[in-house]
């Protein structure tokens, strides 16, 4: 798990918000790394792939 502090107020893009500076927040890391499509499945290369499949896609990546 990973926890973070709100240090301003602030609203996400589906809406949700924190109101109140301070605020700690629990955001469960397991679940990224799983495939949605079959999550009893881990897929530790799993960035890497989407990387080069957008690479290929003609999206590569801008922070090199």
Do not use: C, W
């Amino acid at each position: 798990m990973m926890g973070r502090y709100a240090v301003v107020d602030f609203t996400f893009s589906d809406g949700t918000s924190l109101q109140a500076a301070g605020t700690v927040l629990g955001i469960s890391s397991d679940s990224v790394h799983r495939d949605p499509l079959d999550p009893q499945t881990f897929d530790d290369f799993m960035f890497i792939k989407m990387k080069e499949r957008a690479a290929l896609e003609g999206h590569p990546d801008q922070k090199n």
